[in-house]
């Protein structure tokens, strides 16, 4: 084998999740590769385009020779976002059967499927979208290893409070966590926005052997079961809401590599040796920044903006953690899958800063 060739382990695959994505989505999931056809790098609000040529997966990490290493630069969209176009919506690629597959990502970088060698983990009732998944494979110590699904959507239709709704964005990272400790798994992180929520293995849905997430509509943050799960904020209640819609399989289209926090060195794997690296070291963000309050667009409401930046990439979204938990504000995991009661809203916070800041560090 090419050394340079990383090897997943068989039970990474056997224990993917499975995601219901919401039956009402107008946002469904996106191809990385097709993102970057529609939309220019900007420094801040100024175009880089005549610096660059067509941005695609091999090349996107030269943006960070521009805005102090790139943490400036924004992939803004070539289209108004407000006319909602096709490639926004993704719904070429909301999963389906495999005997209804169609060609395999046309025009862009083909991505091979994958399959657990010791479980049947592609069958008729798992759905496969045109649009890869992403696994990253992080060793640690202790027996370790924490297998990241990483799921992208072009666009995060933000949530609804007093009929105002807020947090609109280009580009949107959510993930899921199964962490595994000598071969065996243990725990589960669904994110939820800037945070998310943490379960034993043994809590949360699965069929087979297979944790089951839930995508909520237009957000996309992840949770552990369907129905509405409230927040309380000081103006009224904000609400995700998921349930039963279609089945995502990320074994059926995904890139896998590993990672290594210490070099950060991000490796193909045998289960897609192929697939492309430079994309993954973007420091940037992968939607439109914030538009001012001088555009037709943007509005503000309460301190919160209709429109805001798009979102770092999963680089920055704390691989090294030590605990399973995304933030570093304490880290609860639960041994069971509570009723979807009212919580406190977290509030907006800058851990993908700081998780920059303790890269440039290394």
Same mark, same amino acid.
């Given at each position: 084998?090419?050394?340079?060739?990383?090897?997943?382990? &068989?039970?990474?695959?056997?224990?993917?999740?499975?995601?219901?994505?919401?039956?009402?989505?107008?946002?469904?999931?996106?191809? !990385?590769?097709?993102?970057?056809?529609?939309?220019?790098? /900007?420094?801040?609000? %100024? =175009?880089?385009? =005549?610096?660059? *040529?067509?941005?695609?997966?091999?090349?996107?990490?030269?943006?960070?020779?521009?805005?102090?290493?790139?943490?400036? +630069?924004?992939? $803004?969209?070539?289209?108004?976002?407000?006319?909602?176009?096709?490639?926004?919506?993704?719904?070429?690629?909301?999963? =389906?059967? @495999?005997?209804?597959?169609?060609?395999?990502?046309?025009?862009?970088?083909?991505?091979?499927?994958?399959? =657990?060698?010791? %479980?049947?983990?592609?069958?008729?009732?798992?759905?496969?979208?045109?649009?890869?998944?992403?696994?990253?494979?992080?060793?640690?110590? *202790?027996? !370790?290893?924490?297998?990241?699904?990483?799921?992208?959507?072009?666009?995060?239709?933000?949530?609804?409070?007093?009929? +105002?709704?807020?947090?609109?964005?280009?580009?949107?990272?959510?993930?899921?966590? +199964?962490?595994? $400790?000598?071969?065996?798994?243990?725990? +589960?992180?669904?994110?939820?926005?800037?945070?998310?929520?943490?379960?034993?293995?043994?809590?949360?849905?699965?069929?087979? !052997?297979?944790?089951?997430?839930?995508?909520?509509?237009?957000?996309?943050?992840?949770?552990?079961?369907?129905?509405?799960?409230?927040?309380?904020?000081?103006?009224?209640?904000?609400?995700?809401?998921?349930?039963?819609?279609?089945?995502?399989? @990320?074994?059926?289209?995904?890139?896998? /590599?590993?990672?290594?926090?210490?070099? $950060?060195?991000?490796? @193909?794997?045998?289960?897609?040796?192929?697939?492309?690296?430079?994309?993954?070291?973007?420091?940037?963000?992968?939607?439109?920044?914030?538009?001012?309050?001088? *555009? @037709?667009?943007?509005?503000?409401?309460?301190?919160?903006?209709?429109?805001?930046?798009?979102?770092?990439?999963?680089?920055?979204?704390?691989?090294?953690?030590? %605990?399973?938990? $995304?933030?570093?504000?304490?880290? !609860?995991?639960?041994?069971?899958?509570?009723?979807?009661?009212?919580?406190?809203?977290?509030?907006?916070? *800058? &851990?993908? &800063?700081?998780?920059?800041?303790?890269?440039?560090?290394?």
């Amino acid at each position: 084998m090419n050394p340079s060739i990383a090897h997943i382990p &068989d039970y990474v695959l056997e224990y993917a999740p499975l995601v219901h994505l919401y039956s009402g989505e107008e946002f469904w999931p996106g191809d !990385i590769s097709e993102h970057l056809e529609h939309v220019d790098p /900007y420094l801040n609000y %100024t =175009s880089l385009q =005549s610096k660059m *040529d067509h941005l695609n997966l091999t090349n996107l990490d030269d943006l960070n020779a521009f805005g102090r290493d790139g943490r400036f +630069v924004f992939l $803004q969209s070539e289209d108004d976002v407000e006319t909602r176009p096709d490639w926004l919506s993704g719904k070429k690629n909301i999963p =389906s059967f @495999p005997s209804r597959i169609a060609p395999q990502n046309k025009g862009h970088e083909q991505v091979p499927q994958m399959r =657990s060698k010791s %479980t049947n983990q592609g069958s008729a009732t798992h759905g496969r979208s045109d649009a890869p998944a992403v696994l990253i494979v992080v060793e640690k110590d *202790d027996g !370790i290893v924490d297998a990241f699904w990483f799921f992208f959507y072009s666009y995060n239709l933000g949530n609804m409070v007093l009929n +105002v709704r807020f947090g609109n964005h280009v580009g949107d990272w959510e993930h899921i966590l +199964v962490r595994f $400790q000598d071969t065996k798994p243990q725990a +589960v992180f669904f994110s939820e926005h800037y945070w998310g929520e943490a379960y034993s293995y043994r809590a949360v849905e699965k069929i087979g !052997i297979r944790p089951v997430g839930y995508s909520a509509e237009g957000t996309h943050a992840m949770y552990g079961t369907p129905g509405n799960h409230e927040y309380v904020l000081p103006l009224g209640l904000l609400h995700d809401t998921t349930d039963r819609g279609p089945m995502w399989d @990320p074994l059926l289209n995904a890139y896998a /590599y590993t990672y290594d926090v210490a070099s $950060q060195e991000l490796r @193909p794997s045998n289960v897609t040796p192929e697939a492309p690296t430079e994309w993954f070291h973007y420091r940037g963000h992968w939607g439109d920044k914030f538009y001012p309050l001088d *555009d @037709p667009r943007q509005y503000q409401f309460a301190g919160q903006y209709h429109y805001v930046n798009g979102p770092l990439g999963p680089k920055f979204k704390n691989l090294g953690r030590s %605990t399973v938990c $995304q933030t570093r504000k304490g880290c !609860i995991i639960k041994n069971w899958m509570e009723e979807n009661t009212p919580r406190e809203w977290p509030g907006f916070d *800058d &851990d993908e &800063d700081e998780e920059q800041n303790e890269i440039d560090e290394r």
